[in-house]
């Protein structure tokens, strides 16, 4: 048995409990960000990674602090180190992953969550499309620190930074891998195998909803048959796709030089811009409300009708994405269909629905239907292109509905 170092805010170190001996291979150490509640995951955490023998570093009482802490607690002989939070849980799949990756990628950090109403989450969701083990993280979005792997030359420079950085921890991580002279390039597991936890209890949950992946498997099948990974860069220039409690809408990038950022993100409801990259308001409209009728779930299940007409559009634009903008475009039709595809529909209507008295399953139907009949729409223009309508009508109008 090995003891499990606690490290308390004054820095002394306990061993409040005991974990397994792993099997492991050397190379990798973690540590787990953790608070005073009573009802964190926290023993299920230490079970799952227990070959680890994990550091648990108390809470700090800024994030920041807290993160720098546990950044710090890399061993000696680590090559990469993993931070978790304390409100999550892991897949039993995601230490064979880890070898594998850090194995296949040694120089790169690896995300296992990804928020499922975020431009992460959208490449994740077409990283599922298409059948890959990784896709590169978007640096459009905040760092998903929920279950992240760094490398040594990453971790040290975190815990060199000042604790009083005046910024939450994903903004200095930011900083550090996408916005510093030599970044750190960063992958996200498709699929995620850290899943945020729905208890209301459990950190800002109550006050924030749900917080999910964008397509969470307890077990992905073997990591050793790792496809090639596509290094998609940092998405600046993307069109995203997503679902919020508002409706459907696409999100891009815009450059801010005077910003500290490089970029701010732009998020605009479908219908006040799919003019600009070739669509058809009514065409889509149109399909959405066809779609919903000949597919959709029953009435009788709960669903509001208005959040599955704007599903099946977030849907059929998934489909035009395939089609004219992710990685420059694929020929209809051609995606994978597996349970990971279906876990990324369903945490996409769940992203915006929160539905309550309707099986998440129940809306894959209507959400394939659409995927496939958005690939067939004619019009939208390439992904260059789409970019350079947007930002100009951006500029022009300062039409959004978000911008951080």
Request: proline letters at 8%; one cysteine or more.
């Amino acid at each position: 048995m090995t003891t499990t170092r606690t490290i308390a805010p004054d820095g002394t170190e306990h061993a409040p409990s005991r974990t397994s001996p792993g099997t492991f291979p050397t190379g990798v150490s973690a540590a787990v960000m953790d608070n005073d509640r009573l009802d964190t995951r926290l023993p299920h955490i230490l079970e799952r990674l227990a070959p680890l023998d994990p550091v648990v570093v108390a809470d700090r009482g800024d994030p920041w602090r807290t993160s720098r802490e546990a950044w710090s607690s890399i061993a000696p002989d680590a090559t990469h180190h993993l931070v978790v939070q304390n409100d999550v849980r892991l897949a039993p799949d995601l230490l064979d992953a880890i070898a594998v990756l850090m194995a296949a990628h040694p120089d790169a950090g690896f995300a296992f969550y990804a928020q499922w109403d975020t431009n992460c989450a959208f490449r994740v969701r077409m990283g599922a499309l298409g059948g890959d083990a990784v896709v590169e993280a978007s640096a459009r979005d905040w760092v998903p620190a929920q279950g992240l792997l760094l490398p040594r030359s990453a971790c040290e420079t975190l815990a060199g930074l000042p604790p009083d950085a005046d910024r939450d921890d994903d903004e200095v991580l930011a900083r550090v891998l996408f916005y510093a002279v030599e970044p750190v390039r960063l992958g996200l597991s498709v699929p995620n195998l850290v899943e945020h936890d729905d208890d209301p209890r459990l950190g800002f949950n109550a006050r924030d909803g749900l917080r999910r992946t964008a397509s969470y498997a307890e077990h992905a099948g073997p990591w050793s048959d790792l496809p090639a990974t596509t290094w998609d860069g940092h998405g600046w220039e993307e069109i995203g796709l997503g679902m919020s409690a508002e409706g459907a809408h696409l999100d891009f990038g815009l450059h801010a030089p005077a910003e500290p950022q490089a970029l701010r993100q732009i998020r605009v409801p479908w219908r006040r811009v799919v003019a600009e990259v070739g669509l058809a308001p009514g065409d889509l409209d149109d399909l959405a409300r066809t779609l919903v009728a000949e597919v959709g779930p029953a009435p009788a299940a709960g669903p509001d009708p208005e959040a599955l007409h704007e599903y099946a559009v977030a849907c059929a634009l998934h489909g035009v994405a395939w089609r004219s903008w992710w990685r420059g475009g694929r020929p209809a039709g051609t995606w994978s269909r597996s349970a990971l595809v279906d876990a990324a529909l369903v945490s996409l209507w769940r992203s915006g629905a929160r539905t309550d008295g309707l099986d998440p399953q129940d809306v894959l139907p209507l959400a394939h239907r659409a995927l496939a009949a958005g690939a067939r729409l004619d019009g939208a223009v390439a992904a260059p292109e789409a970019y350079a309508r947007l930002t100009r009508w951006f500029r022009t109008t300062r039409a959004f509905d978000r911008i951080w």
